[in-house]
């Protein structure tokens, strides 16, 4: 838990980095109109979302305790947050279309997921996911009953010591702990969020191409699109792993029969988890807030032939 603790310096300090490095294009006001309309619409609506996301996320940490003192609806909070973001990138995505005029031409290709999504953001989403699937099961296979009987909300221990020369039975157990009574709720909430997750990625991939002369930019929309939506999953889940981690360091280092060569091993790589996703989570929030967007230039350029303030005209 102190390590937990102490990270949380370096926690707003990735959240700051990553608000610094807010990705800007400037194109022309009468350059690949199409393009910035769609980017304007499809941020916009990721905007809301995240805003939407944020206050469901707020409303679980505030009022949850209220409806279910056991923490189950708070530890859904970062899920809604990504949710949220998921939900406006499909409704942006859907409902961003390019103008269409009398001539109209098309682009013969094939779009894959593949080709859109960022690999480096993808397979740290895979490894984060593994991770927290890792901890969900490991706390669901050691969790047991508490004292009022609910499955899989305690870590129970149970062994002979010697006292005196005499063999006696000691048993204890420790809590909270995040075993099926948690494991269950949040495996449901993540099969949603992969699902949404999976939804907006195919929105991205089927919007319509603008006109031709934009498919570059509107290549690299689809890939900030693809990556703002791997971003809002890998925030769902390093905001869960962090503090489900942090949540078993305690039982696991408290044991008083000793931790199976498999619970050693478990309290270190949660001792290490739960700091390392508490910074990834802040740092992704911070992508969240300033996703790229692409900035029109109020000035149109000059063009061939035009007076220029100073010196000769532009050729």
């Given at each position: 838990m102190v390590v937990t603790v102490l990270a949380l310096p370096?926690?707003?300090?990735?959240?700051?980095?990553?608000?610094?490095?807010?990705?800007?294009?400037?194109?022309?006001v009468n350059e690949h109109?199409?393009?910035?309309?769609?980017?304007?619409?499809?941020?916009?609506w990721r905007l809301v979302g995240l805003a939407l996301g944020l206050v469901a996320g707020?409303?679980?940490?505030?009022?949850?305790q209220r409806v279910d003192a056991l923490g189950r609806l708070t530890a859904l909070a970062p899920a809604a947050v990504g949710a949220g973001v998921l939900l406006g990138t499909v409704v942006g995505e859907l409902t961003s279309r390019p103008s269409v005029g009398v001539r109209r031409s098309a682009v013969v290709e094939t779009r894959t997921v593949r080709s859109v999504l960022p690999r480096g953001r993808a397979l740290l989403l895979a490894a984060s996911g593994l991770a927290l699937g890792g901890v969900l099961g490991a706390g669901a296979a050691w969790g047991s009953p508490d004292d009022l009987g609910r499955a899989g909300r305690s870590l129970s221990e149970r062994c002979?010591?010697?006292?005196?020369?005499?063999?006696?039975?000691?048993?204890?157990?420790?809590?909270?702990?995040?075993?099926?009574?948690?494991?269950?709720?949040?495996?449901?909430?993540?099969?949603?969020?992969?699902?949404?997750?999976?939804?907006?990625?195919?929105?991205?991939?089927?919007?319509?191409r603008p006109d031709p002369h934009g498919l570059g930019l509107d290549s690299m929309l689809r890939r900030w699109s693809a990556g703002t939506v791997l971003t809002a999953a890998l925030f769902a889940v390093l905001g869960t792993l962090g503090p489900v981690a942090a949540l078993m360091v305690s039982p696991l280092a408290g044991l008083d029969c000793g931790p199976s060569p498999a619970q050693a091993v478990g309290r270190w790589v949660v001792t290490v988890l739960a700091p390392v996703a508490l910074v990834g989570a802040a740092a992704a929030l911070g992508a969240l807030l300033v996703t790229p967007r692409i900035r029109v230039d109020d000035l149109p350029r000059p063009l061939p032939g035009d007076a220029a303030p100073v010196g000769t005209p532009v050729r």
């Open positions: 370096l926690a707003l300090v990735a959240f700051v980095v990553a608000l610094a490095r807010r990705q800007v294009i400037t194109v022309g109109a199409d393009v910035a309309r769609i980017a304007a619409r499809t941020r916009g707020g409303l679980l940490l505030a009022l949850g002979t010591v010697l006292v005196d020369g005499v063999a006696t039975e000691m048993a204890g157990s420790r809590g909270p702990w995040p075993g099926s009574f948690y494991a269950v709720p949040l495996a449901a909430a993540f099969a949603l969020l992969a699902v949404l997750t999976a939804l907006a990625l195919r929105a991205v991939v089927r919007r319509p």
